[in-house]
């Protein structure tokens, strides 16, 4: 399977240029590459979902209505509602992605489009998730707190800087 071109992960104005510059085999080869990416995200955003729900409803039986619960609850919300978007999007787009109807540069445009859509909804869903457990910390303890929200930092760091080397080689 070919590589995508590059500006694969743009957005808006620029991704439907980059789109409309190629040809119909082009695109398809690249709604090969973005099937087999949503079709691992469509686990990804399942479980990550779950996980964001469990902390609402967690949070929600709480007693306790501070602002770090409030933090904490609104957080794991955005979260389970960019999974749920993403989870529900991605099960409409992968059959889509399929139909030989998609013969025309502007329909496969929309479809690559749209797969961009899936993409930004889990990394919203993640962002929010790491917000909500690195807030988490402070619940128990200042110093815990910190460790938690340092390391979620870091983890986030870590993630961007690799995300920007995978960007610059494809």
């Known amino acids: 399977m ?4 590059r500006g694969y992960l743009s957005t808006s104005r620029a991704a439907s240029t980059t789109f409309g510059a190629m040809n119909i085999d082009q695109l398809r080869d690249l709604i090969a ?3 087999q990416v949503l079709e691992l995200l469509l686990a990804v955003s399942s479980i990550f ?20 619960h409030a933090t904490a609850f ?8 960019a999974f749920i978007g993403a989870t529900a999007l991605d099960a409409i787009w992968l059959p889509v992605s399929r139909l030989q109807r998609l013969s025309t540069v502007g329909a496969l445009s929309t479809v690559l489009s749209v797969s961009d859509t ?8 993640a962002a929010s998730l790491v917000v909500a457990v690195g ?12 460790a938690v929200a340092c ?16 960007a610059r080689v494809t």
Request: no cysteine; glycine share 8%; aromatic share 12%.
């Open 74 to 81: 609104f957080a794991f919300s955005i979260a389970a509602l």
């Open 2 to 5: 070919p590589v995508p071109e």
């Open 33 to 35: 590459y973005s099937r």
């Open 151 to 166: 390391t979620a930092a870091l983890m986030v760091a870590i993630f961007v800087y690799s995300v920007i080397a995978l």
């Open 49 to 68: 979902g779950g996980f964001a729900i469990t902390g609402v409803v967690a949070l929600r039986a709480e007693e306790r209505r501070d602002r770090l």
């Open 118 to 125: 899936i993409v930004w909804l889990v990394l919203v869903g």
């Open 135 to 146: 807030t988490f910390g402070f619940a128990r303890s200042r110093r815990m707190g910190v």
